[in-house]
């Protein structure tokens, strides 16, 4: 069965950085491309970023893109998000996914405040 299984959530301040990981069971993690996900209170889930299933191509939202990586270890199948110069805008909690949404984590939250 498809597991995945997120951590690394935390506070932080703004401006501060954290990585989060995915570890991913069940499936062939190596040859599916995986993606995280985000949900801010009042919002609707929006993708935050998605990578190819070798890694080597990535994509990201206009409002993380050049502040989170999107990585991926297929040796372990783990997946992570580096977040580097948080805003309090990222506050949410983040799901790992794979695919685009076919299936979820978790999630792991992360809150950016001072």
């Known amino acids: 069965q498809v597991q995945l299984v997120e951590s690394g959530g935390g506070l932080v301040q703004p401006g501060g950085s954290l990585r989060l990981s995915c570890a991913a069971s069940?499936?062939?993690?190596?040859?599916?491309?995986m993606s995280w996900y985000r949900q801010a209170p009042g919002k609707e889930r929006e993708l935050v970023a998605f990578?190819?299933?070798?890694?080597?191509?990535?994509a990201y939202a206009d409002s993380v893109k050049g502040r989170f990586t999107i990585s991926r270890d297929n040796a372990k199948n783990t997946l992570y998000l580096q977040m580097n110069s948080l805003k309090p805008e990222d506050t949410a909690v983040y799901y790992c996914?794979?695919?685009?949404?076919?299936?979820w984590g978790q999630g792991t939250q992360v809150t950016v405040s001072s």
């Open positions: 990578i190819s299933s070798a890694g080597s191509s990535t």
């Open positions: 996914s794979l695919g685009r949404g076919d299936s």
């Open positions: 069940g499936f062939l993690f190596r040859i599916y491309t």
